[in-house]
Nanobody, 122 residues
Framework: DVRLVESGGGLVQPGGSLRVSCTAS????????MSWVRQAPGKGLEWVSS????????HYAPSVKGRFTMSADNAKNTLYLQMNSLKPEDTAVYYC???????????????WGQGTQVSVSS
């Protein structure tokens, strides 16, 4: 079975840092493009970042560029999102997703995790 399991969410103060992880199984992680998507309370899905299957091309949404860093460890089948300088508007459920090709259209992603809550508040 395909599984994407996010972890590492929690409550952090504004300006703080947090790293969320996504462990994959049941499909070829190293050949898949991967993405992070978030959903704030009462809002729709928002694309955050994507990494290509070659793990060299990474793109970020303007709202997180310069603050968030995405990476992947193929040996561990794990995706990471390091989040620095967090703001209250970063509060959301963060999902990882897999796709055959790198893209920014969240409806095109094939596999999804269950999400991990990140809350930024003083």
């Amino acid at each position: 079975d395909v599984r994407l399991v996010e972890s590492g969410g929690g409550l952090v103060q504004p300006g703080g840092s947090l790293r969320v992880s996504c462990t994959a199984s049941g499909f070829n992680f190293s050949s898949s493009a991967m993405s992070w998507v978030r959903q704030a309370p009462g809002k729709g899905l928002e694309w955050v970042s994507s990494i290509g299957s070659d793990r060299t091309m990474i793109h970020y949404a303007p709202s997180v560029k310069g603050r968030f860093t995405m990476s992947a460890d193929n040996a561990k089948n794990t995706l990471y999102l390091q989040m620095n300088s967090l703001k209250p508007e970063d509060t959301a459920v963060y999902y990882c997703a897999a796709s055959e090709f790198m893209g920014f259209v969240v409806s095109s992603y094939t596999y999804w995790g269950q999400g991990t809550q990140v809350s930024v508040s003083s």
